[in-house]
């Protein structure tokens, strides 16, 4: 059987070495609904516009904290 869904092919495309996870994430509807025109209107994969707003955020909030969140690496667990 196929996979579902369409893969972000800008994406894969723009940076070899970016790790994408998918996540779930509940929006207002009519973000999604603007998400949607403004892909039709720039020509961009909706993945690379929430990955751009995402980006804006993190640099508006980033400046509050002493913590890089973009390097941010998680704890191996020891057995």
């Known amino acids: 059987m196929g996979t579902r ?35 039709a209107l720039t020509g961009k994969e909706l993945s690379l516009l929430v990955n751009e707003a995402i980006g804006g955020l993190i640099k508006k909030y980033q400046p509050q904290t002493d913590i890089d969140l973009l390097k941010l690496k998680s704890i191996l667990k020891q057995d």
């Open 5 to 39: 869904g369409r893969k972000p092919l800008d994406l894969r495309t723009s940076d070899k070495n970016a790790k994408l996870i998918k996540r779930n994430y509940y929006i207002e509807e009519r973000y999604a609904k603007a998400l949607t025109v403004l892909s």
